[in-house]
């Protein structure tokens, strides 16, 4: 078994000539990405570099609560780049908290399945809480930002036929039904679409570190399916109850089409 | 009985009126006039401050959604968003299969309609079924946006009779129709609605919106 292989920063010099050769064809044929490309490339090594040193600190605290502060501070990020690419926003932070919390709950939740089956001592072990509950945390995100997107433009979309189910003497769950359906489905789907092609297509990005670490790939292996599963079930989870949420915002109490809860609300 | 009290509709001044049972009012206005925004408040499908009692139960005081299985609103455009119109009308009951056998030999439809795509039907077709949709489980007030603007002649005059059967069997009809046609003549009570009050029309000309008898 060969062990891990620390790099140098000439290694990383070299990576990124990749990257300005990117450039140059870039600006060979006039792509205008050069600009976009230095700036992406830049963020990412700004921003890692800058992980890295929060995660070094962490990890020689050894305390649950800096573990969880730096989970919600990272989610709330992706939360709010989530939210801000959407085209049809909740109004009000109300909503938009209520649909995207289900993401930290879940996430939260099934990080402890995942400490109980790993058992490391102190539980909170930064290296292990860290990886596992922003994975989860991650994924969920992804998925709610798919049913809250996939809903919301469905409720633009289609608000006559939801329109015409709710004149017809339907609950807003039942108006609804096809559009959350569609909207679970898309939630689910890169998730699912990671447990098929896993190994096949592509190896996933924490077996893939865990081998070059020098890790058995058996062991590695068996670590993926752990977090795969664990991934499936938050995504599920956090996926239902944003589609609910959801739909309980685009609606109010007396099961009314509510369009103008969301920006970009077409007057009828 | 259908009654609505100072029910706030924009552009609409407040309004108030009653529809008794077997009772049809027939609103005739120009386009953009309200006419749907009324129908829909009265459906509450869109929040307009006001009273309206069905029988003496304030809208309010029953969930939404049975409210609109009592006061049912049919759009102009109709919507269908299954293949087939069979599955609208799902119903396990033997009555309820033999009702909607009725409704489509009133309007002159094949019983085979049903399992044709929807996509394939014209509009005058599509219109047909949406009115029957509407019927279909007996609601009791019937609030119809333009139910026979899609149909010919031949085809309004049944759907006009069909309307009336309606308020002959005791259902309150509220129905938007053009002047001089089928459906219009089914009229007990008319609420004319004004043009929509501009820059330069006079708001109080809408104020002509009280019912005539």
Redesign the interface.
């Known amino acids: 078994m060969t062990s891990y292989v620390p790099l140098s920063y000439v290694d990383l010099a070299i990576a990124a000539a990749l990257v300005a050769l990117n450039g140059a064809i870039s600006f060979a044929y006039s792509l205008r990405l050069e600009k976009s490309l230095a700036i992406a490339s830049l963020r990412m090594v700004v921003q890692l570099a800058a992980v890295a040193v929060v995660l070094k600190f962490i990890f020689a605290q050894i305390s649950p609560i800096w573990s969880l502060l730096f989970t919600i501070v990272m989610a709330a990020g992706a939360a709010f780049e989530i939210v801000m690419r959407q085209e049809h926003r909740f109004k009000s932070w109300l909503p938009l908290l209520l649909s995207s919390s289900p993401a930290f709950l879940a996430g939260l939740i099934t990080t402890f399945i995942a400490l109980a089956v790993i058992q490391p001592s102190p539980w909170y072990t930064p290296r292990f809480l860290l990886p596992v509950l922003g994975m989860l945390v991650g994924n969920a995100l992804s998925g709610v930002s798919l049913v809250l997107d996939s809903i919301t433009s469905a409720a633009h979309r289609?608000r006559?036929?939801i329109?015409?189910?709710?004149?017809?003497?339907?609950?807003?769950f039942v108006a609804f039904e096809?559009s959350l359906k569609r909207a679970m489905r898309t939630g689910l789907m890169p998730i699912l679409n990671a447990m098929a092609a896993a190994g096949i297509v592509s190896l996933p990005g924490m077996m893939t570190g865990q081998i070059l670490a020098g890790i058995d790939p058996i062991e590695a292996a068996k670590y993926q399916i752990l977090i795969m599963f664990l991934i499936a079930g938050s995504t599920a989870i956090a996926v239902l109850a944003a589609g609910i949420a959801a739909v309980h915002f685009l609606t109010?109490?007396?099961?009314?089409?509510r369009l103008d809860h969301t920006t970009g609300a077409a007057k009828? | 009985m259908l009654r609505i009290e100072k029910l706030k509709v924009k552009p609409l001044p407040p309004m108030s009126f009653a529809v008794q049972v077997g009772e049809c009012l027939v609103i005739e206005g120009p386009s953009g006039s309200g006419k749907t925004r009324l129908l829909r408040a009265i459906a509450d499908l869109d929040p307009a401050p006001g009273l309206i009692f069905l029988n003496g139960v304030e809208r309010n005081e029953i969930s939404g959604h049975e409210w609109r299985s009592r006061v049912r609103y049919a759009s102009a455009e109709p919507v269908w968003w299954s293949e087939t119109a069979r599955a609208a009308f799902a119903s396990p009951h033997k009555s309820a299969q033999e009702r909607l056998a009725r409704l489509l030999s009133a309007l002159a439809l094949s019983p085979k309609i049903l399992d044709q795509p929807i996509a394939t039907l014209s509009t005058g077709e599509r219109q047909r079924l949406a009115l029957i949709r509407a019927l279909f489980d007996e609601p009791q007030v019937l609030l119809l946006d333009e139910p026979a603007s899609a149909l010919d002649s031949e085809a309004a005059a049944l759907a006009a009779e069909l309307i009336r059967f309606q308020i002959l069997a005791g259902r309150s009809v509220v129905v938007t129709a053009h002047e001089q046609s089928a459906i219009s003549k089914l009229a007990h009570i008319r609420l004319q609605l004004a043009r929509l009050p501009g820059p330069r029309a006079d708001p109080s000309q809408a104020s002509n919106a009280a019912p005539l008898r």
């Open positions: 289609e006559n036929v329109e015409a189910r709710l004149a017809l003497g339907a609950t807003r096809d109010d109490e007396r099961h009314r089409l009828n």
